[in-house]
């Protein structure tokens, strides 16, 4: 899945962008898919557009790749994070 936006949108249309591709991932994992936002599925855009019939006055900003979870675990790495109470604070 891609999401695109007119070449002519003000910069401030990359942040709208960015919040439909989040409601698309958060409604995703509400139907028990997984999902990973990619440049790399939005990077060739001349061939993008041409396979997907877009028209070149607009602008791939980011893919969405989904699926469902495999059960193996490709990378094990977990960073030593501290708990988010004790590095933010609103007062």
Request: aromatic share 10%; hydrophobic share 40%; no cysteine.
């Amino acid at each position: 899945m891609q999401s695109a936006i007119p070449k002519a949108s003000p910069d401030w249309s990359i942040f709208d962008a960015g919040l439909f591709a989040e409601n698309i991932m958060l409604a995703a994992t509400a139907y028990g898919l997984g999902t990973i936002p990619t440049y790399n599925s939005v990077r060739f855009s001349a061939i993008l557009h041409q396979t997907l019939n877009v028209p070149d006055d607009e602008r791939f900003i980011v893919g969405i790749s989904l699926g469902y979870s495999a059960d193996t675990t490709i990378n094990s790495y977990h960073s030593e994070r501290r708990p988010v109470n004790e590095i933010l604070h609103f007062n």
